[in-house]
């Protein structure tokens, strides 16, 4: 009975964290197309700085790596196994 518990509670905070998730994603959207309206990267709420500003990474393109050189990409690449923990 305990075991059922525990999953039951666990599937119960993980449909919490989805919906504070999806609520964190709302507001943060709002707060960017205030920004947007107002046409700055950089605002002033209360005691927050707010900041949405473009960031330039550089990523490594995996699929073309590997499509251009089959042979390298499999000298480099090594198996992984891992475990996943699931409730249905």
Known sequence: ???AYKAEELKRLKTKVDTLT??????EDELKAEMAARETDELTAG???LRFRKVKTNRFNTSAFKSKYAELYQQFTTPVESKRFTIA
């Open 22 to 27: 999806k609520d964190i994603a709302a507001i």
């Open 1 to 3: 009975m305990e075991l």
């Open 47 to 49: 005691i927050f700085k």
